[in-house]
């Protein structure tokens, strides 16, 4: 995947940079390679850096309502000071760890609906940063994550959409300040207790936090149901998804989960339901729905992250590409 520009800090005649991507497909841990093509313009140039960071759009609450914006969650420099000479052509290869937390943007070859992540290529020359085009990219999950995505399908859940929300949940070690939200239509048999179901993962290196929330609307309990899900990863890959999920929801509808009863054993990690009034709930409901806004995080320099909030229609503009691509799958 290929974007080209003209490195506007120059003006006319200035040199252009192509970003190519050999890894367009990566999955969260992995590593995205590729090279930053230059080639020289009418003069000579000194370029004094070239960054590039990975980026998504994030919904941030506030007390009007809800708004999207662009927010920068890794960056690597790619290259020290150099001089681009007249008609110059020079390549720079890079590699960028992807962070374990990144979000899922494509499964089975299909886009996930609301997801937009991407590849930022920022150049410093004449004293100025260029801010170059976005290259769209697509995370796939990991094995682990795709066992549990699948037990939704088995299930006769149906595939609602996704979305990035700032903030942190809690009781959960969350390096970056956002986190994702799939949400799923329950099937049938569920829909008499449950609204919806969003799933959240929170991977590392070492295992997979799997945490779902359920909008109960049945019982004495009625009000959103969280349950909680550690693992290692190869664990999550043999794990009975279907079953656990299931007994699950069914605990949901037979005992309200009122104080956060844990359900069955889970291989070695351990697996929570908690239900309407649970002091986890209690907890995460107010981190999950009102924790700091982008701009906050972004400030605070929490995990690292640099950068900030883009207006939402520009989100929309720079990966309108995407959107057009989506397909009829499951997803």
Do not use: C
């Not at 004449?126 to 994550?145: F, R, T, W």
């Not at 959409?161 to 949940?169: F, Q, R, T, W």
């Not at 291989?267 to 729905?289: L, S």
Request: aromatic share 8%.
């Amino acid at each position: 995947m290929v974007f080209k520009r003209m490195l506007g800090a120059l003006g006319v005649g200035a040199p252009s940079v192509d970003t190519v991507l050999t890894t367009p497909r990566v999955r969260p841990g992995g590593v995205l390679t590729g090279e930053v093509r230059l080639s020289g313009g009418d003069f000579d140039a000194e370029i004094e850096d070239i960054t590039l960071g990975l980026v998504a759009g994030v919904e941030i609450e506030h007390g009007d309502g809800e708004s999207a914006g662009l927010g920068e969650f890794s960056r690597a420099r790619v290259s020290g000071p150099f001089i681009l000479r007249q008609g110059e052509n020079r390549s720079i290869p890079f590699q960028i760890p992807v962070p374990w937390e990144t979000p899922i943007s494509e499964i089975d070859g299909q886009r996930l609906t609301g997801m937009a992540l991407g590849v930022r290529t920022e150049v410093a020359i004449a004293k100025a940063v260029d801010k170059g085009d976005l290259d769209p990219i697509a995370v796939e999950p990991l094995p682990s994550q795709f066992r549990v995505l699948e037990a939704f399908l088995q299930l006769g859940f149906a595939f609602k959409s996704a979305d990035l929300e700032a903030g942190h949940l809690y009781g959960v070690r969350q390096e970056l300040p956002f986190y994702q939200e799939i949400e799923f239509y329950p099937p049938p048999r569920h829909a008499g207790v449950v609204g919806e179901v969003e799933l959240t993962f929170v991977a590392d290196p070492a295992g997979l936090e799997v945490i779902l929330e359920a909008d109960k609307r049945a019982g004495r309990h009625s009000g959103d149901a969280v349950g909680r899900f550690r693992v290692g990863h190869e664990d999550a890959a043999r794990m009975d998804w279907p079953g656990e999920i299931d007994r699950w929801l069914t605990g949901l509808a037979l005992h309200g989960a009122h104080h956060g009863a844990p359900y069955g054993d889970h291989h070695g990690g351990y697996g929570h339901g908690y239900g309407h009034g649970g002091d986890y709930e209690d907890h995460y409901r107010h981190e999950h729905r009102g924790g700091p806004g982008w701009g906050a995080v972004a400030a605070a320099g929490a995990a690292g992250v640099v950068g900030g909030l883009v207006a939402g229609e520009i989100v929309e503009e720079i990966f309108e590409d995407d959107e057009d691509e989506g397909g009829d799958g499951d997803w």
